[in-house]
C-alpha cells in the first residue's frame, strides 16, 4: 500500500478507469488489469498508466484462451466459456479494493464473492462513502452484463472527488477559480 493520501489514490484509480474506458470506446479489452500493469508515474500530480498489452483483443466477445492473471480472472474467464470487455471492470474492481486494504489471495470463488461484499458493506459502516468501494461493489458484480462500466462510474461516483480534487489544487497553486454564474 502506498503512502499516498486516500485522495491521490481515488485519482489514480479514476485515471486508470479513464484508460479502460478509451481502450473500450476504440474497441479494445485488456483483459489482463492488475497492480503490475499499472503504474504510477507521479503522485504530485497524480498521473497513472495502463501497462502489457499482451492479452488485449479487439473482439467483442472472446472464447477464453487462458489470458491473465488468476487473482483478477472474472468468472466467467473459463475454458469454453466466452467473455467480453466486462472482465476489466472486474478487474478493476478488485484493484480498487486493494487499494482501500482489503487482502484477497487466488481467484474469486462464490464464498470469497461473498466476503468480499459483506467486507464491502462493513467498510461503508460508520464512514462517509467512498467514491472507490462505491465504484468497485458496483463493478464487482458475478453477472457481467450487470457490471458498471468504467465510464459509469467515472460519471456517477468520480466527478464529484475529481472536481474537489481540482478546486483544491487551483487554490494550492493560487489559480483562479471560475464560478458559474448562471
Not at 479489452?29 to 497492480?35: N, Q, V
Not at 472474472?74 to 467480453?84: L, M, R, T, V, W
Request: hydrophobic share 35%.
Amino acid at each position: 500500500t502506498s503512502d499516498a493520501s486516500r485522495e491521490i489514490r481515488t485519482e489514480l484509480f479514476a485515471q486508470i478507469l479513464e484508460g479502460i474506458a478509451f481502450l473500450h470506446t476504440n474497441g479494445m479489452s485488456h483483459r489482463d488489469i492488475k497492480p503490475a500493469n499499472l503504474a504510477v508515474i507521479a503522485f504530485d500530480p497524480p498521473h497513472a498508466r495502463i501497462l502489457d498489452f499482451g492479452c488485449a483483443t479487439f473482439s467483442e466477445r472472446t472464447m477464453y484462451d487462458s489470458p491473465g492473471t488468476i487473482p483478477y480472472l472474472a468468472p466467467e474467464q473459463e475454458k469454453g466459456k466466452y467473455h467480453d470487455r466486462s472482465v476489466d471492470y472486474w478487474a478493476a474492481a478488485l484493484v480498487g479494493l486493494e487499494v482501500l486494504g482489503y487482502k484477497h489471495r487466488g481467484r474469486v470463488d462464490a464464498d470469497q464473492f461473498s466476503k468480499i461484499r459483506t467486507w464491502l458493506e462493513d467498510f461503508a459502516q460508520g464512514r462517509s462513502t467512498h467514491p472507490m468501494a462505491t465504484c468497485s461493489k458496483a463493478m464487482l458484480q458475478w453477472d457481467p452484463e450487470h457490471r458498471m462500466t468504467a465510464q459509469e462510474a467515472l460519471s456517477r461516483h468520480l466527478s464529484a472527488h475529481r472536481y474537489h480534487l481540482q478546486i483544491k489544487d487551483q487554490k494550492r497553486f493560487g489559480i483562479p477559480i471560475e464560478r458559474d454564474v448562471n
